[in-house]
């Protein structure tokens, strides 16, 4: 029963900021790597960032420099900070968690429920 709840969506001018908050609860043995996906009106979903349990992260080309992906493995939360946000960043986003639910068994991908960020002036 892993749940992954997301906070931090809203309506922003272009060039302001927003914090994405995701935080996974339920019988977890660890989590590897976790992320953020976004998916535009009438576009498919596509990656934004991710880390890994080690820190270790990577980004879209589109938003390198602008976003910052963070965790607490303590907390198992994944924060988005959003900057210089324009209204190409405007799509509903999801978290991503691969979590180990015991020791006997492999990293199943959970998925929060989305959070709507707008950016438009």
């Known amino acids: 029963q892993v749940q992954l709840v997301e906070s931090g969506g809203g309506l922003v001018q272009p060039g302001g900021s927003l914090r994405l908050s995701c935080t996974a609860s339920g019988s977890i043995f660890s989590i590897n790597t976790m992320g953020w996906y976004r998916q535009a009106p009438g576009k498919q979903r596509e990656l934004v960032a991710t880390i890994t349990s080690g820190g270790s992260t990577d980004y879209a080309d589109s938003v390198k420099g602008r976003f910052t992906i963070s965790r607490d493995n303590a907390k198992k939360t994944v924060w988005l900070q959003m900057n210089s946000l324009k209204p190409e960043d405007t799509a509903v986003y999801y978290c991503?968690?691969?979590?180990?639910?015991?020791?006997?068994?492999?990293?199943?991908?959970?998925w929060g429920q989305g959070t709507q960020v707008t950016v438009s002036s």
């Open positions: 991503n968690a691969a979590v180990l639910l015991s020791m006997t068994t492999w990293y199943r991908d959970y």
